[in-house]
């Protein structure tokens, strides 16, 4: 049974871009959540996404947004990207809204130049 | 404000002991609590879970306490392998309703070595 799978791996973009990274979830899963890894703020919740609405969001700027597809994919934009972006964006998939436990990919690698 | 604390940032274990991992919770809303173990350049993979209406639960090697009373609980692993050398992450869920279910606060993670 396949991952969680999150494109690209690794990614590099200098300040003031915007970035896309994307997630597919496990097949049948439905909830797809979004965490960002920092060696200061370790792994914090982002947002959560379920039937295509956004249920759950975590505390960070509005520059930070998601949607979700009717297949259950989930694509994560950051705008005007900043030096303190640079992170490891990991992305978890789970049955249900609020299913626990969540299964998470091997994330999207960020750094900002 | 760290919700969700490991206060040991590594340990060190040989091979065939017991590994005992710490975590200590804040938020009284928190009511079910999970481990991960992570990998450089993978991502967190669960280990084993718990609800708060339980004090204890087995996954073979791993098993996992927790005393709500004194907003703790720990991950043991008899007996320490070599290959459980990696991050050790505890999360909690908070039961604050409706969609809220589908936050995980993590706490730090601390760093287990198993030596041969």
């Known amino acids: 049974k396949a991952g969680v799978t999150q494109t690209p791996r690794y990614l590099i973009k200098t300040r003031g871009q915007q970035v896309t990274l994307s997630c597919s979830p496990i097949?049948?899963?439905?909830?797809v959540s979004w965490y960002q890894q920092t060696p200061g703020q370790g792994l914090q919740f982002l947002f959560e996404?379920?039937?295509?609405?956004?249920?759950n969001k975590g505390n960070f700027p509005g520059r930070f947004s998601g949607r979700q597809f009717s297949n259950s994919r989930s694509e994560m934009n950051v705008s005007t990207l900043e030096l303190g972006d640079s992170a490891l964006y990991l992305c978890a998939s789970s049955f249900m809204q609020g299913g626990q436990p969540q299964h998470f990919g091997d994330g999207t690698r960020l750094s900002i130049l | 404000d760290q919700q969700v604390k490991q206060n040991s940032p590594s340990l060190s274990v040989q091979e065939g002991r017991i590994s005992i991992l710490n975590c200590d919770y804040t938020n009284s809303m928190f009511d079910y609590f999970l481990w991960y173990k992570k990998y450089p350049a993978e991502g967190p993979t669960f280990l084993i879970s718990?609800?708060?209406?339980?004090d204890k639960n087995e996954d073979g090697r791993f098993t996992v306490f927790l005393n709500k009373s004194a907003k703790h609980l720990s991950l043991h692993i008899v007996p320490s392998q070599p290959g459980d050398s990696a991050v050790y992450f505890c999360a909690a869920r908070t039961n604050a309703g409706g969609t809220s279910y589908g936050k995980l606060t993590f706490g730090q993670g601390t760093i287990l070595t198993v030596h041969p």
């Open positions: 996404y379920f039937s295509e609405t956004q249920r």
């Open positions: 097949s049948g899963h439905r909830s």
């Open positions: 718990i609800s708060s209406i339980k």
